[in-house]
């Protein structure tokens, strides 16, 4: 019997499938599947539902369009019939992450259909080059970047908070008074992703591992102290990351830039990045 066309939230018995199709573009899907490798398909796991687009048998045939719906909601592949879907199924769920991020063709389509209900946005990115790197890289890797203890979070925080401000544009400590920024960072430090030149105690560069799947790991969060900033720092940093990654675990680097910032586009070139594909960020 066929059921018919829409959205439907998919569990364990789609893993298989879901794997797969990850698996066809690793970098793009990084974000989802570094949740998914992990927690599978649960959402209370996953911190999450994940989506496909389908008109066919309950179960069995081939899944074609994805999409997440956690913190960040992030379309994966699919049509724009796919996209429409997905709108649809976000609008009865409710606005519940913080933006949409992922493939530019895919959140810009689906942005357009949740435009009516969900905007303005605060921000619309359209163009942010994904760009990424599997052998060595190009540029000397910062001896002095390093992880980050997690006796070093009170140290660390300030970048941190610093490079959040200057990115997204909010700040993180606004709502909680910090808590829920401090206990991701804090997070991100226990599990060695948190990296950082010390100078006189205080951070120079930093850098994370945001997510990190099987095959890729997709850097965030690069920062300079300002007046640090145009001595290669963040070129010889980012390059430190990069080889920690590709050498260390064996993954794929990546990271996603903003079109406009030739300064990082210009030094990730540098360090051998090249782009594999466009993202875009839809912010609220």
Same mark, same amino acid.
């Given at each position: 019997m066929l059921r018919l066309a829409g959205a439907r939230m998919l569990d364990e018995r789609d893993l298989p499938e879901v794997l797969a199709v990850l698996a066809a573009d690793p970098v793009a899907s990084c974000m989802v599947a570094a949740r998914v490798e992990v927690a599978g398909l649960d959402p209370w796991r996953l911190g999450g539902e994940l989506w496909a687009y389908d008109q066919r048998s309950l179960r069995g045939g081939r899944i074609d369009a994805l999409c997440f719906?956690?913190?960040?909601?992030?379309?994966?592949?699919?049509?724009? &019939?796919?996209? =429409?879907?997905?709108?649809?199924? &976000?609008?009865? =769920?409710?606005?519940?992450?913080s933006s949409l991020v992922g493939p530019a063709e895919q959140v810009l389509g689906l942005w357009e259909e949740l435009t009516p209900d969900w905007g303005p946005a605060r921000e619309v990115r359209p163009e942010q080059p994904l760009m990424a790197l599997g052998g060595s890289p190009e540029v000397r890797a910062d001896p002095l970047v390093r992880p980050v203890r997690p006796d070093e979070l009170d140290r660390y925080l300030p970048a941190a908070i610093a490079m959040f401000v200057e990115e997204v544009g909010v700040d993180p400590c606004a709502d909680d008074g910090g808590a829920s920024y401090r206990a991701r960072v804090a997070e991100l430090i226990a599990g060695g992703r948190a990296f950082a030149r010390f100078e006189g105690g205080e951070v120079v560069f930093k850098a994370e591992i945001g997510a990190m799947s099987s095959k890729v790991g997709q850097i965030q969060g690069v920062w300079v102290r300002p007046d640090r900033r145009g001595h290669g720092l963040g070129a010889t940093g980012t390059a430190a990351v990069s080889e920690r990654l590709v050498r260390g675990l064996g993954r794929t680097a990546s990271l996603y830039v903003n079109s406009y910032n030739d300064v990082a586009r210009s030094a990730y070139r540098k360090i051998g990045f090249t782009q594999v594909g466009q993202y875009a960020t839809v912010l609220f």
């Open positions: 719906a956690g913190p960040n909601l992030i379309p994966l592949c699919g049509s724009p &019939a796919a996209l =429409r879907s997905f709108a649809d199924r &976000a609008r009865r =769920r409710g606005r519940m992450c």
